[in-house]
């Protein structure tokens, strides 16, 4: 099982290019998130979706976009890439309430490593 | 919003020795999940908690889900080597929308000396 993927593992943007994240999971999990990692912060959540066709946003979502057309894909935009957006960025999804209790457990994809300069 | 408090930050041991380290949160939770994260990779899960007063083990870890619902605490027995890594804990308030989604801790590094 490949679980969560997400492409690329690293990238190095300029300020102001724009560009999207890419993440995939085959265990037809009802939930996706993003989270952003940085140094002494923890992980905090971007954007998050309960199923196809439906998303909000988390604790951070300014200067992100998402979308969910499909149950498999959530990608994530950004927009107008700043320095502040130098991160590492995680994809999880979760099984929510399809086909049993919604029990939380995120599963987690390897990150992508962005730079912006 | 709310927030998790996690302590130690970092924990610097000798191979053998036990780790205890604990969460704390403002507001009542009724999950609480211990991740690992080792360098380069995604976190990783390692315990979860439903009810109050619940003890789990995994292995060498065990992780309690506070009384008063608002604490969590992990402790690692005899550690070796490659319990190396991010510790983190994680707690949510309920199920769907945004009481559903998780709440991170931000994590305690923990280095074992051979």
């Known amino acids: 099982n490949a679980g969560v993927t997400q492409t690329p593992k690293f990238q190095v943007l300029k300020t102001g290019q724009s560009m999207t994240l890419q993440c995939a999971q085959d265990?037809?999990?009802?939930?996706m998130s993003w989270y952003r990692q940085d140094p002494g912060m923890g992980l905090r959540l971007i954007h998050y979706?309960?199923?196809?066709?439906?998303?909000d946003q988390g604790e951070v979502p300014n200067g992100y976009n998402v979308s969910r057309s499909t149950t498999e894909d959530f990608p994530l935009r950004l927009l107008s890439a700043a320095p502040s957006q130098t991160s590492v960025y995680f994809c999880a999804s979760s099984r929510g309430r399809k086909g049993g209790r919604d029990t939380g457990e995120l599963f987690f994809g390897e990150g992508s490593r962005l730079t912006v300069l | 919003g709310q927030q998790l408090n996690q302590s130690p930050q970092s924990m610097f041991i000798q191979e053998g020795e036990d780790v205890s380290m604990n969460c704390t949160s403002s507001s009542i939770f009724n999950t609480w999940l211990w991740y690992k994260q080792e360098p380069g990779e995604g976190p990783v899960l390692l315990i979860a908690?439903?009810?109050?007063?619940e003890l789990t083990s995994n292995g060498r870890l065990t992780a309690q889900f506070g009384i008063t619902r608002k604490d969590s605490f992990l402790n690692i027995s005899a550690s070796i080597p490659s319990d190396v890594g991010i510790y983190f804990c994680?707690?949510?308030?309920?199920?769907?929308?945004?009481?559903?989604?998780?709440?991170f801790g931000k994590g305690t590094k923990l280095s074992v000396k051979p």
């Open positions: 908690l439903y009810k109050a007063g």
């Open positions: 979706s309960v199923g196809a066709g439906i998303t």
């Open positions: 994680a707690g949510r308030t309920g199920y769907g929308g945004s009481q559903g989604n998780l709440i």
């Open positions: 265990m037809n999990h009802e939930y």
